[in-house]
């Protein structure tokens, strides 16, 4: 049994939306995660999915796509991005997909460590961050504090944090998000998302800060297989 982790695999399939006008190496990309996918993880395994599932705006368009996630292997943890417009209701996606879990306000449980997270947005001082982002900014920093908070108040020891926007801005400076994943004490790794293309994916924040472990899980970056965490 295994823990694995991709983020944006942007499914379109059900709004008839493709990935191919990013160029190489997008064209057929949904093809290429369910044949690396099934290729890669088992019944047994879990997968991370750090937002940007798929593209329909409302619930019901998601059907399609997700009966698609569903078909593949392994127990599926989602946490929303910000193309997830289909993702209104966390008692809603709950309700329709039972068997998947949904990583918003709480936490998952994995053997002996808690997956923590939350979506996560653009980070102050980054060069496209404004006045208007600080609201959002501050109400994810907050979300992920009670998802931490949850995790720990149930005893774990061990926590994998995952989000979908990377967790500083593009300079890398310490934000509200790093501080509260350090505060914790517990959090060993971060998983991330959103970045693509090659000039993004090179000012990817990676590797170990503070004791704490950043991997980005993007799907192209990941060549559309997922990562073997655990």
Known sequence: MSLFAIADIHFGKGVNKSMDIFGEPWVGHMDKIIKNWRDTVTDGDTVLIPGDICWAKKLPEAKTDMEILQSLPGKKVLLEGNHDYWWDSQNKVTAAYPDMFFLKNNFYGY??????????????????????????????????????????????????????????????????????????????????????????????????????????????????RPLKIL
């Open 111 to 224: 053997n002996e460590t808690a997956v923590c997270g939350t979506r996560g947005w653009l980070c102050p001082n980054d060069t496209k961050f404004t006045q208007d982002d600080l609201k959002v900014y501050n109400r994810e920093c907050g979300r992920l504090k009670i998802s931490l908070d949850a995790a720990v108040k149930a005893g774990y020891e061990k926590i994998i944090v995952i989000m979908h926007y990377p967790p500083v801005n593009d300079r890398h400076e310490p934000s509200g998000f790093t501080d509260i994943i350090e505060s914790s004490g517990k959090t060993e790794r971060v998983l991330y998302g959103h970045l693509h293309g090659r000039e993004s994916i090179e000012g990817r924040l990676e590797g170990k800060v503070n004791g704490v472990e950043y991997t980005l899980v993007s799907a192209d970056h990941l060549d559309f």
